[in-house]
């Protein structure tokens, strides 16, 4: 009777761990990105449209006591990065020197954690969000956190010790759908 207890008791407690959710496969929001090796920060508006496999960021960055901005456009099924200086509308157009990353719960990732954000007592005053951690198929790791139930992406990390690929990224203020019909189209300054 009390293997039979146990063993119920086992099955509840594994029936609460949250499963992979689906993440929206078109978004846009802001988001923070820092590469603390590089000394390296941004403030961006993002869109991410990972149906396409492209992104679109209009990015503040600062490095060290510089400021710049930037227009950067990544098409990753035409392999080509757009890369526009706000400042002097110079733009250069290169390969990817990266994949692309799904932002979201990947298909093979671990559950590691559930958490209140905000104080859990006080009813609207905090979501729960979930965390989740694994490999990508280039060998680089990845942690991203994401809200429970709806799975809108909140933090992405990933790292990777044979590129030195490495950034933390924090999103905020994201909607799902990509408002602007025109948010991936390179800009006019690089069609020359």
């Not at 990972?50 to 930037?70: C, D, H, L, M, P």
């Not at 671990?110 to 954000?117: I, R």
């Amino acid at each position: 009777m009390l293997a039979l207890v146990l063993l119920s008791l086992v099955a509840v407690c594994s029936a609460q761990v949250p499963t992979r959710c689906d993440s929206p496969m078109q978004w846009e929001g802001r988001r923070f990105r820092e590469d603390r090796k590089e000394m390296y920060a941004q403030i961006a508006r993002h869109s991410y449209d990972a149906t396409n496999r492209r992104t679109r960021s209009i990015e503040e960055v600062f490095q060290g006591k510089e400021r710049n901005f930037y227009d950067i456009l990544h098409l990753y099924n035409e392999n080509k990065e757009y890369r526009m200086d706000l400042r002097t509308r110079k733009c250069n157009v290169t390969a990817l020197t990266h994949p692309f990353r799904h932002v979201g719960v990947p298909f093979d990732a671990h559950f590691a954690f559930e958490a209140e954000v905000g104080p859990a007592q006080i009813p609207n005053e905090h979501l729960t969000m979930t965390a989740w951690d694994g490999t990508f198929d280039d060998g680089a790791r990845y942690f991203v956190t994401v809200t429970y139930p709806d799975c809108i992406p909140m933090t992405f990390d990933v790292f990777n010790n044979k590129t030195d690929e490495f950034y933390h990224e924090r999103y905020f203020d994201v909607k799902g759908g990509i408002s602007d019909p025109g948010a991936f189209i390179p800009p006019s300054e690089c069609m020359g």
